[in-house]
């Protein structure tokens, strides 16, 4: 078993495998999408000054101070007041005056509540990327999975971020429209994050984990989970529809292909490359079930 040495989040985006991680607060303050699992037994938490401090201490021991970037968590950090996180900022450059990249993950409605000029102190303090679940972009699968977003929050919320001089990564999780509503998925999600156009598109493909609301609509045949290839279609058909400037990213183990690139400029060769994979697929139905095999061993 896995020891912290001190109180780490559990939790980071595979983007910032190589940062120190620093734990602002625990768990999650909405704690409620039905796919979800990540901080269920957490219960929602400030953490005190003194305590972020003896963290970094341990930080600091552990991964030395000439290192780069680092990641706050846990999953809102944007939730607190800014002076509060104006004030941890302080506290990460002194232990750690290098860093050229700060970043944590926030809500799309967190940052809808903001201003303009709360994201702008938040950048001036340090903060320099947000990682931010739009998991999709269709109104009815967003009310469906309980992500407590509105498409209009996203939109209102990702282009003040962006305004206020924030890079913005925001994730998209394919498949969770199921077979039934694949379509919708794609062009809702297109349509949000045309408006936004953040810096980074991040793919991952829904993976149904026990205890989940998702677990048990597909386990009482309520919620039909999206086959290999209706994903990778479904994907095709979102790209299709993206109008943006952004660096699209498949980072994720979860996924079917890995698909990657810059916005506009990569676009056909990316359609290209997903034109092939479902083409090769659609003949051969050993591979769809060998693919769904081993996203099935994925280990979240
Ligand atoms: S997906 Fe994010 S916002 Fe939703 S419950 Fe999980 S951690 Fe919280």
């Known amino acids: 078993m896995f020891v912290a040495p001190y109180d780490m989040p559990p939790w980071r985006p595979p983007s910032e495998a190589y940062s120190v991680l ?7 303050p909405w704690n409620r999408c039905a796919f979800c699992a990540m901080y269920k037994d957490v219960k929602f938490q400030l953490k005190s000054l003194e305590e972020i401090k003896a963290d970094m201490e341990a930080a600091l021991q552990l991964y030395g101070s000439e290192v780069s970037t680092l990641f706050i968590g846990d999953s809102d950090s944007l939730v607190t ?5 104006v004030e941890v900022l302080g506290l990460i450059k002194r232990y750690f005056p290098r860093l050229t990249r700060i970043t944590t993950y926030t809500r799309g409605r967190t940052l809808a509540r903001r201003s303009i000029q709360d994201l702008r102190t938040l950048k001036e303090a340090g903060l320099t990327r947000l990682h931010v679940g739009l998991e999709t972009g269709d109104p009815g699968i967003l009310e469906y999975i309980g992500k407590g977003l509105t498409q209009q929050e996203m939109v209102e919320g990702g282009k003040k971020a962006i305004e206020a001089g924030l890079e913005l990564s925001l994730y998209v999780l394919l498949g969770i429209g ?3 509503w694949w379509e919708e998925h794609a062009r809702g999600t297109a349509r949000v994050i045309n408006q936004v156009s953040p ?4 793919f991952r493909t829904f993976i149904p984990v026990p205890g989940t609301l998702m677990h048990q609509r597909i386990e009482e045949g309520e919620f039909i989970p999206a086959c290999p290839l209706t994903v990778l279609k479904e ?4 790209l299709e529809n993206l109008e943006c400037s952004s660096t699209l990213l498949s980072d994720h183990v979860s996924n079917y292909a890995s698909i990657e690139g810059e916005l506009p400029q990569d676009k056909e060769r990316m359609l290209e490359e997903l034109g092939e994979i479902i083409d090769r697929l659609e ?4 591979l769809v079930k060998a693919l769904q095999d081993r996203h099935r061993r994925v280990n979240l």
Do not use: N, S, W, Y
Not at 81 to 85: H, R, S
């Open 178 to 180: 199921g077979e039934r």
């Open 283 to 286: 003949g051969a139905p050993q």
């Open 81 to 85: 007041k800014v002076d509060f996180m």
């Open 199 to 202: 810096h980074f598109i991040r």
């Open 235 to 238: 994907t095709k058909l979102m």
């Open 22 to 28: 620093i734990r602002a607060t625990r768990g999650c």
